[in-house]
Structure formats: structure tokens, C-alpha cells
């Protein structure tokens, strides 16, 4: 597939960029990583076919390769590329962006990562389950779930064709189209046949070539500049095109002060999402206990705050030593500042080192598209086939063995509809891909992170923290969060109205923000609150004293 | 007493949890005291059902079981009923009702939990986990929130100059992850310290009263 993309280059590359045959490299070494990432997958795919190997990854993954796992399923592509080269073009903006995503970890690490590892087994429905057991309630936590990682999924696939053809020296639209089919396939062939164990092992390579890579570039970096970091930004201030303002706040986000309250929409969101995120909460089902999954959090907060730090440095140096104007030519969205950065740190242009490091820093771009949308694929086919096919439409799934109702499906009927739903998820995920593909990657992954501070966040906060929360206050939360965040960027400047809209003809927008977190995360908790007080039935006092319990203290844990 | 955990299971990845469950134990029983101390016994542990098995009372409570109300002094031994009634008249009476999907819990195991959540040994854990979590989350939360927002309001004064070419907006934003790292590794350090070995001394003797 690498092949197919490659060979049909000839569009004009960048000035900076490295010509003709020195994408033959990337080209290798693309084909390495995928060849590596199925190899891991066939051989540790056969290692079991329960439930909890599917879901789960057997539940014993070190705390270590967990946190690796969570840094790789986090450090996306948009981050790898897009955080650094959002620094490249705007300075201190850029820098603002990198903040959220990190300072979210501490809800994960305080609020969620210890409870749920307690209280479920493979997703967040199943926290919710232990105290609400309404196929409702199931329903609705499993149909949010889809609803962010398909956001997510599309976010980046969309990012990975345009970034996959401009690695690969390519601009055309049908290289693009390729590029994401093919991945597409991929994530489908990692997930249906290496279920949670290959994609774990798959994050933790990626990780490490991820952290590798940039500490690599930044160790090169520093050096250039004999330790002096202030000589960095003074340098990047320089070639910046702004001079000064290159370091304040504002380059980006401070046009107005609606862009500015976006922002702020934006920030709340990245805090307050991550924790929502299903593909980041299956991953402590992955760790034996609670205490290794606070551990896995922790290696993960130091992983992906040491990468935020880089990705800082090697912004600034991509500016320093390239230019802004330069890094915008190659790519108005500065994706492709790290591998220019790459290029002249090994030595230039047309030098081996040069080439090499740029070949290099670009498949480990690539290694992280492929992991990321795996775990993705494998977090949304676990929320359908686990909560809404086995828990919502064929009756609970959980405590089997006490009675029967109805006739439960068993676990490997559930597996094999979870793999089936990974094939169809993958493929929705291709197709709308295709037509979102004018669409802003990082709108995508801040709408998703909306989505999921809203649908997500308070439901399950509510039910591990309040003792009279209701089967109503769930569902209202759930729907309460997902529907407004929804009809909000509808009617937002990003879907009409504007010339970047996806449709520029019409104009029905009256929400000025493109991120409706600000509205609809306030909302997802108001419901929840409204829904929990006019509710017919009291809160089940037991159930929420087995829930804390088991949260707490990890009695019964899976 | 030997085993001094307290600097807690070393930072190996490979901590025996199976081994540690004596020592906890042993060294917690001073706190949560329990009637048979009949420690390690990983297998239940790892099944999801381990409440699910039809919960046959641990060794009928030599006292006469004290129906209602399982009085939560250290002396807990959770008085599981022989003859439970069907709803625990302990609590919220109107509670149990309506569970299509859920059989397996037993009023048995129900009560073990109330009677567990009710425990002076679970209040502490709880209490010592909240009284950190909430205030550390209002105040990060907090000081992101106002980061973010003094962009938006005042982005005059982010930008006076501090050192070099550093200003305030750049001073804070490094601030904002020396505040996170920081504070994980004080969330850290009052888990291990505070919570861990109880919460676990608590698992176990959770699980010995279900099984």
C-alpha cells in the first residue's frame, strides 16, 4: 500500500524538502513498520480468544508498558506533528494548545483511572452498569462512546491521508484517497485479529520509537544551539515573521475576542475530555490491579509531559532554524515542520544524515497514525459489541452465572460480534473519512474531546461520586451532553457560513464558536443534576454502596 | 513488626499482590480487625463473580445474628443473617426493588457491602481520598482555568517581559506542567501511603465475607 502511494508522486514538493528519491527511504521504512506492526499482531493475536484477551489484553501488562500504551493511544499524529508545528507558526499559541492536553491527565490520574479499573471490566458502561443496570442506561453510554471514537477515528484518518501523502512527497487527492483506505484496512486487520493485545503492543513500540524520535531531534536541537534555550526563542522570534509577538499570546487565538472565548471552549474541553475517552479508559482494563493502573497513569502523565516539553523545543527550533514562512510553504497547517526540523539537523538537504532522519521521523509519524486508529477501532467495537449488542439489545452480559435471563449471548459469540463491529466501524470510518477530508483535523479532535467532556465525563462522575444519582439522571446526562454538543457545531460557523465551512454555500449558523464545549459540558452536568431530581424512582442505595466498595477498595475487581 | 511495607511495594513492576495480602493483613489488623484472618487465597480474587457465588455466610457468626442494622463498630463481623429477610431494613427500604438483570446479588452480598461501606476501616479510606482529591482537583482545575481565561482576558499582562525573552504567559504555561507534575506525584505519595494498605487489608476481607 506504502508502495502505491509513493509511486504516484510528481507533485510539487517543498522548497526544503527532500526530492525524487529520497522518499524512497520513507518509503522502506513505512513498509518496515507496517510488516513490524502486522508481525505483532499474527503472532500475538494467537495468544487467546476470551473475552478478556480481546477486550482486555489478558489484564497483565505491567504498569511500564501500560503507561507506554497510554501515551501512544494519546500522542496522536495531530500531536506528534500538529502540536509542534502549530508552535512553529504561532509561538506561544501552540504552546497553549500542548497545556490542555497535559493538565487533563490529572482528572484521569485522580478521578477515574484507579475507580473504573475497580468497578468494570472492559468499558465505561460498565462502571455505570454496576449501579444503574438499565439496558438504558447501557444504551446510551455505549451509543456516546461510538459517537466520540468514530469523531476521533475520523479525526485521524483524515489527518493521515493528507500527512501520509505529504510524507511521502505527494499532494494529490488520490494518493490521499489510497493512503486512507489503506489504513483503514490496516487498523481493521490489527483489531479483528489482535484484538486489545496486538494493539497494546502495537502502542508500546510506537511510543517508544514516538519518545525516541523527539528526544533524538531535541538531544540534536539543543546541541546546535550549545544548551542555550533562550537563544532558541530569540532565534525563533527572529524567523518568525512576527518578531515579539511571536512569544505572546495571540498569534492565533486572539483576533477577537470570540476566537478568543473558542479558545477557552477548547481548553475546557481538552481538560475535562480526555477522561471521557474510551479508547484512553479500556486501557486500564489492561493492568492487573487498581494500583497499577494509577501506575500506568502516572508513567503515562511523565511520558506525555516530557513529549509536550519536546515537542515546545522542537516547534521553536523548526522556527529557528527553518522559518516560518518556510515550514508554512511545505504545509499551511505546519504538519510537516518536525520532519523538516529532521532533515536539516541530520545535516541538510541532499546529505545522508539529513535523509535518513527525515525518512525516519516520518515513519514513526506513520507508526503512530496506524497505532492510534487501531486502539480507536478496538475501544468503539468493544462499546458496541459489549454494551449496546451483548448489554443493551440482548440482555446484560454481566453475572452470568447467577441466573438466566433471557438467553444471554456467551462471551465468544460477544468477541465475535465485537470483531465483526470493528470491521463495520472501520469501514463507516473509511467512508465518511473520505468526504470529511476538507474538514480541520484539529476541530475533529477538539470536537471529539467535546463530546466526550460532555456525554462521557459526567455521567460517570456522577454515578462514582454521588449517592443519589438515578437511572434518569444517567440517561439524561448522556443525551443531555452528546445533543447539544452536536446540534451546537451544526449550527456553528464550522458547518456553514464561512468559506472553511463544510458546506460554503449556505449560511444557517448562529452559534459563533466552533467548539461547543463551553455550552454543552455545563449542560451534560446540568442534566444529569435535573434528570437525578425529577426522577420517579430513588437512587439505589445498595447498589451505589457495592459500587463504592468495589471502587475503593477493589473487592471483586476483574 | 517485619514486614514494613510502608514505603509500600517498592517501585518494581513485578510486587506480588498475592504476597502482600498477608503482610497487609497481619500489619492491619490493628485497624480493620477481622474474625479469621484467612489470608491468601488468590482464586476467587480474579473471577468478576466472586459475589456472584451464591454467598454462603463465612462461618455462622457465633453470636446470635443481630437481624437488622449491621452495627458498623470495629467488631463488625459482618452479621450476615442466616435467614435474611428481603429487604436489608437496615437502609433505604425502598432501595431493592427493581433489578431485572441482577439475581446474583444475593441480600447476602448486599449486605456485606453496606455493612462494609458503613465500616470505620472503608469511612477512613474514603475520607482520606477525598479530602486530597477534591480540593487538588478544584485547585488545578482551577489554575488551568484561570491560565486559559487570563488569555482571553487580559492578554496585555501575559505579555510583560519577565527574563530574557520569557514572559508571564510563557512563565505560567511551564508552570502549569511543573504544577502537574508535581501534583501526581503528591497524589501518588498520599495513596501509597494513606489508602493503599488499607483499601487491600479491606479487599480481602470484602471478598472472604462474599465468598
Not at chain 1, 101 to 124: D, I, P
Request: proline share 6%; hydrophobic share 50%; glycine share 10%.
Amino acid at each position: 500500500m506504502t508502495a502505491t502511494t509513493g509511486v504516484m508522486t510528481t507533485a510539487t514538493p517543498p522548497p526544503v524538502a527532500p526530492t525524487g528519491q529520497h522518499h524512497g527511504l520513507a518509503v522502506v521504512l513505512f513498509a518496515v513498520v507496517v510488516l513490524v506492526t502486522l508481525g505483532i499482531t499474527l503472532w500475538v493475536g494467537r495468544q487467546g480468544n476470551a473475552a478478556e484477551d480481546f477486550y482486555a489484553g489478558g489484564r497483565g501488562f505491567t504498569p511500564l508498558q501500560n503507561g507506554f500504551a497510554l501515551s501512544g493511544d494519546y500522542l496522536s499524529a495531530a500531536s506528534f506533528l500538529g502540536v509542534a508545528g502549530l508552535i512553529a507558526l504561532y509561538g506561544y499559541d501552540g504552546v497553549l494548545y500542548s497545556i490542555g492536553f497535559l493538565v487533563a491527565w490529572l482528572v484521569v490520574l485522580m478521578l477515574v483511572a484507579e475507580l473504573v479499573r475497580n468497578a468494570g471490566r472492559y468499558t465505561l458502561a460498565d462502571v455505570l452498569a454496576l449501579r444503574l443496570r438499565r439496558r438504558r442506561v447501557r444504551a446510551a453510554a455505549g451509543g456516546a462512546s461510538v459517537v466520540v471514537t468514530l469523531l476521533y477515528l475520523v479525526a485521524q484518518m483524515v489527518g493521515a491521508g493528507s500527512l501520509v501523502a505529504l510524507l511521502l512527497g505527494t499532494d494529490s487527492a488520490q494518493a490521499r484517497t489510497w493512503t486512507i483506505i489503506a489504513v483503514g484496512a490496516l487498523m481493521i486487520v490489527y483489531v479483528t485479529i489482535g484484538g486489545m493485545r496486538a494493539t497494546t503492543w502495537i502502542q508500546i513500540v510506537k511510543a517508544f520509537l514516538l519518545i525516541a524520535g523527539s528526544l533524538l531531534l531535541t538531544v540534536l536541537l539543543v546541541v546546535r544551539f550549545h544548551g542555550d534555550l533562550f537563544e532558541l526563542m530569540r532565534r525563533a522570534a527572529q524567523h518568525s515573521g512576527s518578531g515579539h509577538r511571536y512569544l505572546e499570546p495571540g498569534l492565533k487565538y486572539g483576533a477577537s475576542f470570540t476566537s478568543r472565548l473558542d479558545f477557552f471552549s477548547l481548553g475546557l474541553a481538552l481538560v475535562l475530555g480526555t477522561a471521557g475517552l474510551p479508547h484512553i479508559l479500556s486501557r486500564f482494563y489492561t493492568v492487573p490491579t487498581a494500583r497499577a493502573a494509577r501506575r500506568s497513569t502516572m508513567w503515562a502523565i511523565g511520558l506525555v509531559g516530557g513529549f509536550y516539553l519536546m515537542a515546545i523545543a522542537l516547534g521553536l527550533g523548526a522556527t529557528a532554524l527553518i522559518g516560518s514562512a518556510e515550514v508554512r510553504h511545505a504545509n499551511a497547517a505546519g504538519n510537516t515542520a518536525v520532519p523538516l526540523l529532521a532533515l536539516v539537523l541530520g545535516g541538510g538537504n541532499g546529505s545522508t544524515g539529513g535523509v535518513v532522519l527525515f525518512a525516519l521521523i516520518s515513519a514513526i509519524a506513520f507508526a503512530t497514525i496506524l497505532a492510534v486508529v487501531a486502539g480507536l477501532t478496538l475501544a468503539s467495537s468493544a462499546a458496541f459489541a459489549h454494551d449496546i449488542w451483548a448489554g443493551a439489545w440482548r440482555g446484560g452480559p454481566r453475572r452470568r452465572r447467577g441466573g438466566e435471563v433471557g438467553e444471554k449471548p456467551s462471551e465468544q459469540q460477544e468477541v465475535v460480534v465485537a470483531r465483526f463491529a470493528a470491521a463495520g466501524i472501520g469501514a463507516a470510518a473509511i467512508v465518511i473519512s473520505l468526504y470529511a477530508q476538507q474538514l480541520n483535523v484539529a476541530f475533529l479532535v477538539g470536537l471529539a474531546f467535546a463530546v466526550a467532556a460532555s456525554a462521557n465525563l459526567p455521567v460517570l462522575l456522577y454515578s462514582l461520586f454521588w449517592s443519589r444519582f438515578t437511572v434518569r439522571g444517567a440517561v439524561w446526562s448522556v443525551y443531555g451532553g452528546l445533543v447539544p454538543a452536536i446540534v451546537l457545531v451544526l449550527f456553528s460557523p464550522v458547518v456553514s457560513g464561512s468559506k472553511m465551512a463544510l458546506f460554503p454555500g449556505v449560511d444557517f449558523h448562529w452559534f459563533p464558536l466552533e467548539n461547543p464545549g463551553i455550552v454543552s459540558i455545563p449542560l451534560g452536568f446540568l442534566a444529569g443534576w435535573i434528570g437525578t431530581l425529577t426522577s420517579p424512582e430513588p437512587a439505589d442505595a445498595d447498589r451505589f454502596a457495592e459500587l463504592e466498595v468495589r471502587a475503593l477498595t477493589g473487592a471483586g475487581a476483574a | 513488626m517485619p514486614q514494613q511495607q510502608t514505603s509500600s511495594p517498592g517501585q518494581g513492576q513485578r510486587f506480588d499482590w498475592w504476597a502482600a495480602q498477608a503482610a497487609a493483613t497481619a500489619s492491619e489488623s490493628a485497624a480493620a480487625p477481622r474474625r479469621t484472618a484467612v489470608p491468601a487465597q488468590p482464586g476467587p480474587a480474579r473471577t468478576a463473580d466472586a459475589q456472584s457465588a451464591a454467598a454462603e455466610p463465612v462461618a455462622a457468626p457465633p453470636a446470635p445474628p443481630v437481624p437488622p442494622a449491621p452495627p458498623f463498630a470495629p467488631s463488625v463481623a459482618p452479621a450476615v443473617p442466616p435467614v435474611p429477610t428481603v429487604a436489608p431494613a437496615a437502609v433505604a427500604p425502598a432501595a431493592v426493588a427493581q433489578e431485572p438483570t441482577a439475581q446474583a446479588d444475593t441480600p447476602d452480598s448486599t449486605q456485606v457491602y453496606r455493612s462494609v461501606q458503613a465500616s470505620p476501616a472503608f469511612q477512613d479510606i474514603r475520607r482520606s481520598y477525598r479530602t486530597f482529591v477534591f480540593p487538588a482537583c478544584g485547585a488545578f482545575l482551577g489554575w488551568y482555568l484561570l491560565y486559559v481565561a487570563a488569555e482571553a482576558v487580559a492578554p496585555g499582562a501575559m505579555r510583560s517581559p519577565v527574563a530574557g525573552p520569557l514572559n508571564v504567559a510563557w512563565l505560567l504555561g511551564l508552570l502549569q506542567f511543573a504544577s502537574t507534575f508535581l501534583l501526581t506525584w503528591l497524589y501518588a505519595r498520599n495513596a501509597r501511603t494513606k489508602r493503599d494498605r488499607a483499601a487491600l487489608g479491606l479487599r480481602w476481607d470484602t471478598q472472604d465475607q462474599l465468598r
